[in-house]
Protein backbone atom coordinates (compact mmCIF):
# COMPACT_ATOMS: atom_id res chain seq x y z
CA UNK A 1 0.00 0.00 0.00
CA UNK A 2 0.88 3.55 -0.76
CA UNK A 3 0.35 6.44 1.84
CA UNK A 4 -1.08 9.32 -0.03
CA UNK A 5 0.72 12.26 0.39
CA UNK A 6 1.50 15.96 -0.85
CA UNK A 7 4.55 17.14 0.00
CA UNK A 8 6.09 20.47 -0.65
CA UNK A 9 10.29 20.78 -1.11
CA UNK A 10 10.34 24.43 -2.41
CA UNK A 11 11.83 25.49 0.46
CA UNK A 12 15.75 24.23 1.39
CA UNK A 13 17.85 26.92 2.95
CA UNK A 14 21.13 27.03 4.90
CA UNK A 15 21.13 26.97 8.49
CA UNK A 16 23.52 29.63 9.13
CA UNK A 17 27.31 28.06 11.20
CA UNK A 18 29.83 30.11 12.31
CA UNK A 19 31.86 32.21 9.81
CA UNK A 20 35.53 30.18 10.93
CA UNK A 21 34.15 26.57 10.87
CA UNK A 22 33.97 25.12 7.48
CA UNK A 23 30.74 23.55 7.79
CA UNK A 24 27.09 23.79 6.31
CA UNK A 25 23.39 22.32 7.10
CA UNK A 26 20.63 22.20 5.54
CA UNK A 27 16.86 22.59 6.85
CA UNK A 28 14.72 20.97 4.86
CA UNK A 29 10.58 21.69 5.29
CA UNK A 30 7.95 20.01 3.36
CA UNK A 31 4.26 20.43 3.89
CA UNK A 32 1.62 18.17 5.93
CA UNK A 33 0.37 14.54 3.65
CA UNK A 34 -3.25 14.79 3.34
CA UNK A 35 -2.91 11.42 4.77
CA UNK A 36 -2.04 12.59 8.13
CA UNK A 37 -5.76 14.02 8.99
CA UNK A 38 -7.16 10.94 7.60
CA UNK A 39 -8.73 8.26 9.94
CA UNK A 40 -5.88 5.97 9.60
CA UNK A 41 -2.94 8.60 9.78
CA UNK A 42 0.45 7.69 9.06
CA UNK A 43 3.39 7.66 12.09
CA UNK A 44 5.64 10.24 10.12
CA UNK A 45 8.07 10.68 7.80
CA UNK A 46 11.30 9.85 6.93
CA UNK A 47 14.45 11.77 5.48
CA UNK A 48 16.58 10.48 2.89
CA UNK A 49 19.83 11.03 1.21
CA UNK A 50 21.21 9.70 -1.17
CA UNK A 51 19.22 6.66 -1.05
CA UNK A 52 19.94 6.55 3.03
CA UNK A 53 17.63 7.27 5.48
CA UNK A 54 18.82 10.07 8.00
CA UNK A 55 15.74 10.31 9.76
CA UNK A 56 12.53 9.58 10.97
CA UNK A 57 9.84 11.99 12.40
CA UNK A 58 7.03 12.18 14.25
CA UNK A 59 3.82 13.25 12.23
CA UNK A 60 3.66 17.13 12.45
CA UNK A 61 6.97 17.79 12.53
CA UNK A 62 7.87 19.03 8.97
CA UNK A 63 10.96 20.22 8.91
CA UNK A 64 14.47 18.48 9.36
CA UNK A 65 18.33 20.05 9.26
CA UNK A 66 21.41 18.23 8.44
CA UNK A 67 25.15 18.64 7.30
CA UNK A 68 25.48 16.48 4.39
CA UNK A 69 29.50 15.37 4.06
CA UNK A 70 28.70 15.06 0.14
CA UNK A 71 26.45 16.65 -2.86
CA UNK A 72 23.28 14.68 -4.03
CA UNK A 73 19.61 14.24 -3.78
CA UNK A 74 17.34 14.68 -0.65
CA UNK A 75 14.03 12.69 -0.58
CA UNK A 76 11.31 12.82 1.55
CA UNK A 77 8.71 10.43 2.01
CA UNK A 78 5.44 9.65 4.30
CA UNK A 79 4.96 6.27 5.80
CA UNK A 80 2.80 4.45 8.20
CA UNK A 81 4.60 1.17 9.28
CA UNK A 82 6.93 -0.46 6.63
CA UNK A 83 4.39 1.54 3.87
CA UNK A 84 5.80 4.24 2.34
CA UNK A 85 4.48 7.12 -0.06
CA UNK A 86 6.14 8.06 -3.16
CA UNK A 87 9.13 10.21 -2.30
CA UNK A 88 9.61 14.37 -3.31
CA UNK A 89 13.36 15.08 -3.56
CA UNK A 90 15.21 17.84 -4.28
CA UNK A 91 19.11 17.77 -5.26
CA UNK A 92 22.12 20.04 -4.07
CA UNK A 93 24.07 18.86 -7.30
CA UNK A 94 26.20 21.56 -8.98
CA UNK A 95 24.70 23.16 -12.57
CA UNK A 96 28.02 22.35 -14.50
CA UNK A 97 29.35 23.32 -17.76
CA UNK A 98 32.79 23.14 -19.75
CA UNK A 99 34.52 24.84 -22.59
CA UNK A 100 33.46 28.14 -22.39
CA UNK A 101 36.35 30.91 -23.72
CA UNK A 102 36.31 34.34 -22.18
CA UNK A 103 38.17 36.23 -24.80
CA UNK A 104 41.47 38.81 -24.79
CA UNK A 105 40.25 42.15 -23.31
CA UNK A 106 41.41 43.69 -26.66
CA UNK A 107 39.03 41.02 -28.73
CA UNK A 108 35.68 42.22 -29.59
CA UNK A 109 34.58 38.78 -28.28
CA UNK A 110 33.12 38.71 -24.67
CA UNK A 111 35.24 38.88 -21.76
CA UNK A 112 32.90 38.95 -18.99
CA UNK A 113 30.29 36.38 -17.88
CA UNK A 114 27.44 36.57 -15.85
CA UNK A 115 24.79 33.55 -14.09
CA UNK A 116 21.00 33.38 -13.70
CA UNK A 117 20.09 32.74 -9.90
CA UNK A 118 17.42 30.81 -11.01
CA UNK A 119 18.49 28.25 -13.38
CA UNK A 120 22.44 28.08 -12.53
CA UNK A 121 22.94 28.75 -16.17
CA UNK A 122 26.10 31.57 -17.42
CA UNK A 123 25.69 34.30 -20.29
CA UNK A 124 28.39 35.43 -21.96
CA UNK A 125 28.88 39.55 -22.59
CA UNK A 126 30.86 42.08 -23.81
CA UNK A 127 32.98 43.71 -21.14
CA UNK A 128 30.86 47.51 -21.32
CA UNK A 129 29.05 50.00 -19.16
CA UNK A 130 25.70 48.80 -20.98
CA UNK A 131 25.75 45.09 -19.41
CA UNK A 132 27.11 46.33 -15.58
CA UNK A 133 23.81 45.34 -14.35
CA UNK A 134 24.51 41.58 -15.22
CA UNK A 135 28.04 40.76 -15.86
CA UNK A 136 29.59 38.67 -12.54
CA UNK A 137 33.25 37.99 -13.66
CA UNK A 138 35.25 40.04 -15.34
CA UNK A 139 38.45 38.71 -17.19
CA UNK A 140 41.55 41.28 -18.23
CA UNK A 141 43.91 39.10 -19.97
CA UNK A 142 46.29 42.22 -19.25
CA UNK A 143 47.37 41.18 -16.11
CA UNK A 144 45.78 37.76 -16.39
CA UNK A 145 42.83 38.32 -13.40
CA UNK A 146 39.59 37.83 -12.80
CA UNK A 147 37.98 40.79 -11.50
CA UNK A 148 35.21 41.98 -10.07
CA UNK A 149 32.28 44.10 -11.58
CA UNK A 150 32.07 46.41 -8.56
CA UNK A 151 35.99 46.91 -9.11
CA UNK A 152 35.91 49.04 -12.80
CA UNK A 153 35.93 52.61 -12.77
CA UNK A 154 33.33 52.39 -15.78
CA UNK A 155 31.03 50.17 -13.79
CA UNK A 156 31.26 52.45 -10.58
CA UNK A 157 28.92 51.52 -7.70
CA UNK A 158 26.45 50.15 -10.44
CA UNK A 159 28.52 46.83 -10.81
CA UNK A 160 27.82 43.19 -9.48
CA UNK A 161 30.21 42.41 -6.01
CA UNK A 162 31.93 39.40 -6.39
CA UNK A 163 34.45 37.92 -4.58
CA UNK A 164 37.22 35.41 -5.53
CA UNK A 165 39.01 32.25 -3.76
CA UNK A 166 43.03 31.37 -3.90
CA UNK A 167 43.34 28.35 -5.53
CA UNK A 168 41.32 25.42 -3.73
CA UNK A 169 40.34 21.84 -3.47
CA UNK A 170 38.01 21.92 -0.84
CA UNK A 171 34.81 20.65 -0.95
CA UNK A 172 33.55 23.53 0.83
CA UNK A 173 33.92 27.20 -0.31
CA UNK A 174 36.22 29.21 1.95
CA UNK A 175 35.60 31.91 3.82
CA UNK A 176 38.22 34.58 2.80
CA UNK A 177 37.59 36.09 -0.94
CA UNK A 178 39.09 38.99 -2.99
CA UNK A 179 37.86 41.59 -5.37
CA UNK A 180 40.39 40.22 -8.34
CA UNK A 181 43.07 37.01 -8.36
CA UNK A 182 45.55 36.15 -10.62
CA UNK A 183 44.95 32.81 -12.36
CA UNK A 184 46.67 30.02 -13.41
CA UNK A 185 45.40 27.15 -15.92
CA UNK A 186 44.51 23.97 -14.59
CA UNK A 187 43.81 25.72 -11.25
CA UNK A 188 40.08 25.83 -9.46
CA UNK A 189 38.94 28.60 -7.44
CA UNK A 190 35.61 29.41 -5.88
CA UNK A 191 33.46 32.75 -6.44
CA UNK A 192 31.35 34.18 -4.32
CA UNK A 193 28.23 36.35 -5.64
CA UNK A 194 26.99 38.70 -3.84
CA UNK A 195 24.99 40.42 -5.68
CA UNK A 196 20.88 39.36 -5.76
CA UNK A 197 21.70 36.60 -2.91
CA UNK A 198 24.46 34.53 -1.92
CA UNK A 199 25.83 32.00 -4.35
CA UNK A 200 28.84 30.10 -4.76
CA UNK A 201 30.41 29.07 -7.82
CA UNK A 202 33.21 26.47 -8.66
CA UNK A 203 35.41 28.20 -11.02
CA UNK A 204 38.18 26.25 -13.11
CA UNK A 205 40.53 27.53 -15.68
CA UNK A 206 41.09 24.62 -18.00
CA UNK A 207 43.31 26.66 -20.83
CA UNK A 208 44.69 29.54 -22.52
CA UNK A 209 45.54 30.59 -25.58
CA UNK A 210 46.48 34.22 -27.15
CA UNK A 211 45.27 36.06 -24.37
CA UNK A 212 41.67 33.44 -24.35
CA UNK A 213 41.16 31.37 -20.97
CA UNK A 214 38.74 28.44 -21.47
CA UNK A 215 37.21 27.86 -18.13
CA UNK A 216 34.54 25.43 -16.61
CA UNK A 217 31.77 26.09 -13.75
CA UNK A 218 29.68 24.35 -11.05
CA UNK A 219 26.96 26.57 -9.94
CA UNK A 220 25.54 25.93 -6.48
CA UNK A 221 21.39 26.97 -6.84
CA UNK A 222 20.71 26.74 -3.37
CA UNK A 223 21.58 30.32 -1.51
CA UNK A 224 24.29 30.46 0.24
CA UNK A 225 25.18 26.85 0.47
CA UNK A 226 28.57 26.22 0.71
CA UNK A 227 29.45 23.06 -0.48
CA UNK A 228 30.71 22.54 -3.62
CA UNK A 229 31.46 18.74 -3.92
Known sequence: MVVQNLLDLSTLRLQSAFRQILTESLTVTWGASPTESSEDGIDGYRVYFNGTEQAELDAGVYSYVFSPNALGTIEVVAYR??????ARSVST??????SITLANWTSTDPSSIGWNRSTGLH???????????????????????????????????????TGISDATTAAVAPDDFYNFQEVTIGERYVLKLVTDGTYY?????????GGNITISYGFQKIRGYKRLR
Open 81 to 86: GDDESS
Open 123 to 161: TLYSTTSSNAGVIDLIWDSRDNTLNSPDQATYFGASGHQ
Open 201 to 209: VEFTVEGGS
Open 93 to 98: ALVERQ
